[in-house]
């Protein structure tokens, strides 16, 4: 099937209210413009030099996510025109992109990223660190900053009660967040294997690579 027909049978499975992030990274140019011309305009990549080359070269209209774990070496060189960065997991890395969206007088959407699996492996913030970041006034002064959501990724596995309930624990910590931030609307969970799960489970974001582009 062509990147095309497998955009189109995903988008006939999702509601209408769940936005398509095309995880991108790796891919060439020609197959993020196939998916272009399909009317997917939401990239995620997760290395900001591979995300710049493409932002350079590609059509303006496009909406780069940076879904990757984040640097704050590597802010400065897509704090110009990112989208929405999804793992933000430390106060110290919301300053920085604050601190770097302010050269280009630009607010910055972010997703703080919770650590919801039972691997190691995976970055973010637990419940405590949420809350103490939504709680505190050196959070309120970040000007160039917009958190606008909470991003989770399940365990690889095929327990698929452990994912659910992953999935239920952020849907969760989003709720409570939501009370104490007005500005929380996205919640970034589902990926090509679970997404139909957090779907269910109240995702309005996923991240879909190899079941658009392929395996890589």
């Known amino acids: 099937m062509s990147i095309k027909d497998n955009l189109n049978k995903i988008k ?3 509601p209408k209210n769940v936005s398509l992030v095309a995880v991108s990274k790796t891919k060439p140019n020609a197959d993020l413009l196939e998916a272009y011309e399909a009317d ?6 997760n290395k900001v030099q591979e995300m710049t ?5 590609l059509p303006k ?3 780069w996510h940076m879904i990757g774990h984040v640097q704050t070496n590597k802010v400065k060189y897509m704090a110009e025109y990112v989208s929405l960065i999804h793992g933000v997991d430390s106060f110290k890395l919301l300053k920085e992109i604050n ?9 910055i959407p972010c997703l703080l990223q919770i650590h919801i699996a039972k691997e190691d492996t995976k970055f973010g913030l637990d419940e405590v660190e949420l809350l103490d970041i939504l709680s505190s006034d050196d959070f309120k002064n970040l000007k160039y900053i917009k958190v606008v959501g909470l991003m989770g990724m399940a365990t690889f596995t095929d327990n698929e009660a452990q994912v659910r309930g992953e999935f239920q624990f952020l849907k969760s910590l989003f709720d409570t967040g939501k009370i104490k931030l007005s500005t929380l609307t996205i919640l970034s969970m589902g990926m090509s294997g679970d997404y139909k799960i957090a779907i269910e489970e109240g995702s309005t974001m996923i991240r879909i690579g190899s079941s658009i582009f392929g395996s890589r």
Do not use: L
């Open 12 to 14: 006939a499975t999702i």
């Open 40 to 45: 997917q305009r939401i990239f995620g990549e």
């Open 61 to 63: 209209d496009m909406e």
């Open 53 to 57: 080359q493409k932002w350079g070269d």
């Open 99 to 107: 601190k770097q969206a302010k050269k280009f007088d630009r607010v």
